[in-house]
């Protein structure tokens, strides 16, 4: 099983991303959320992946952290009518941290915002995985500003839910959910995984 891949960034959309490693250039399907933290292209970049098999194809995906690569086998191996393109519209629309937040609280308003879900699928999401999000204790982080592209940066569980703090006071403050999941991620991009809550509101405010 391929769980991880380390070369150079040839080419980026914000949904594939093809990686040479000796001499081969292989396609990535990865999220949003992911695509947001690659470096430019020519740099090292690591990707942890899954490969999925189908008798007409073997499709390699990629994320930014074990912990997004393990939720989106979570999803697909767990969740009835979730496959592997279901999966990747979900974690592109929201960050893991509002994710494992909308699921054990139940928030199927926010859940059905991703494309492709609607209220069935949200209400799956909460039924099938409440017990199982949230279980892992860190974040091991390999591409994006402020990382080093060849070993990457730890951030712990705290960090995850600094972010979910982080959104739910934008929320507080009037602000659309899926809104206020985007302003934290992009703060938390350019701040770093260790901002505190504060930080990262004052920085989504900015």
Same mark, same amino acid.
């Given at each position: 099983?391929?769980?991880?891949? #380390? ?6 959309? !914000?949904?594939? +991303? ?20 690659? !470096? $430019?292209?020519?740099? #090292? ?18 994320? &930014? ?11 697909? =191996?767990?969740?009835? @009518?979730? @496959? !592997? ?14 994710? =494992?937040? &909308? ?5 199927? +308003?926010?859940? +059905? /915002?991703?494309?492709?879900?609607? %209220? /069935? ?10 017990? %199982? ?11 994006? !500003?402020? $990382? ?15 972010? +979910?703090? &982080?959104? /739910? ?13 985007? &302003? ?7 701040? @770093? @995984?260790?901002?505190?809550?504060? =930080?990262?509101? %004052? %920085?989504?405010?900015?």
């Amino acid at each position: 099983m391929i769980t991880s891949i #380390q070369g150079t960034l040839v080419s980026a959309t !914000p949904l594939s +991303a093809v990686v040479e490693l000796n001499g081969l250039g292989y396609e990535v399907h990865i999220p949003v959320t992911t695509a947001e933290r690659l !470096p $430019t292209t020519g740099n #090292q970049v690591k990707l942890h992946t899954l490969v999925i098999y189908r008798e007409d194809a073997h499709t390699l995906y990629g994320f &930014a952290t074990i912990e997004d690569r393990d939720f989106f086998r979570l999803l697909i =191996e767990n969740v009835t @009518g979730v @496959g !592997p393109k279901m999966a990747l519209s979900i974690l592109s629309k929201l960050s893991l941290a509002s994710l =494992e937040s &909308a699921i054990s609280t139940g928030d199927i +308003a926010l859940l +059905a /915002k991703c494309p492709g879900i609607g %209220k /069935k699928t949200a209400e799956r999401l909460v039924v099938e995985l409440r017990g %199982k999000v949230g279980a892992k204790t860190g974040s091991v982080s390999s591409v994006g !500003p402020g $990382t080093d592209p060849t070993g990457g940066s730890i951030a712990g569980a705290s960090g995850s839910h600094r972010t +979910a703090d &982080a959104v /739910k006071a934008l929320v507080a403050l009037g602000y659309r959910a899926a809104d206020a999941d985007e &302003a934290v991620r992009r703060a938390s991009l350019a701040l @770093g @995984g260790k901002a505190s809550t504060e =930080e990262l509101i %004052k %920085k989504a405010l900015a």
